[in-house]
């Protein structure tokens, strides 16, 4: 049996959150719009967000990364983990078949037509690859939602955090402190992050992409660092400088919904030689 509670999905989709995210990040809100994000989070996606911030203790990240980083669940191709991930049934997205797939499409496209570098626009093909996750019996709350480091005081800058008060970790002093279980600026790759999509597609792709791809994965949804400013304390010099490749990616991300939807037989063979190029036939998942 999990510790953690398990109730019904607040989300009608995982996506959900993301277009909860970039409604939150619109282009030309000022600074006072974006502290009222309530204003644009429905009911589920608050009741998601109270999901998430009572169970992503410390003790829940260890047994998650414990079960996961391994990487030892299955092995897939990248064509074959797209096809995967795409099974996810979106419900709030009926008229297409490819919903899962087309938000990485785009992000992609966007990259490519911006001129980035091959690596990047895989990057961008890659990146919410982890949320088969879902797909595994994971809870929404333990695969999307902005990331943050846990075993150490919650920023004021994590978007609803009232609802840390629910949080078990709140009832460990060592925890609760500014830099809880770790070192001033000891570096990000030391610090657990709350679970979720960003950690586990990083692990999976972290040998065959190059460094700035590793930080855009693994924080792209750690939004109090990258958007916020936060937890510059536990940072190093080195986090700080990748920082700037993380801001690059988010854009991208966040604001290329909505625009044509590629068509995917016509990318197709674009992507297949530039899977080919980076990854291996198979990656352990
Ligand atoms: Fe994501
Ligand atoms: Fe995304």
Known sequence: MHAYEVATEPLKSVDDWDDYVAA????????????????????????????????????????????????????????????????????????????????????????????????????????????????????????????????????????FPEFFAANPDRNVPEYQTLYGIYEPSCGLDKVHMSWGHDEYIYRVTKDYLPEPAHYMLRYHSFYPAHRHGAYRHLMNQHDVKMFEWVNKFNPYDLYSKGGARPKLSEVKPYYEDLIAEFYPAELQF
């Not at 419900?91 to 490519?112: C, F, V, W, Y």
């Not at 990057?123 to 075993?151: I, M, R, S």
């Open 24 to 159: 939150r990040y619109k282009k030309g809100k000022s600074e006072e719009e974006f502290r009222n994000y309530k204003a644009d989070a429905n009911p589920g996606v608050t009741e998601f967000y109270r999901q998430n911030h009572a169970n992503q203790t410390l003790d829940f990240v260890l047994a998650k990364e414990a079960e996961y980083l391994p990487l030892r669940r299955r092995k897939m191709g990248m064509w074959e983990a797209l096809d995967y991930l795409n099974t996810l049934v979106d419900d709030s997205d009926p008229d297409t078949d490819l919903s899962q797939i087309e938000h990485l499409l785009q992000t992609s496209e966007a990259m490519r037509q911006d001129g980035q570098p091959r690596w990047m626009v895989l990057a961008g093909l890659t990146h919410d690859l982890g949320k088969v996750l879902c797909l595994y019996g994971e809870p929404q709350w333990a695969v999307v939602g902005d990331t943050f480091p846990v075993g150490c005081a919650w920023s004021s800058e994590i978007v």
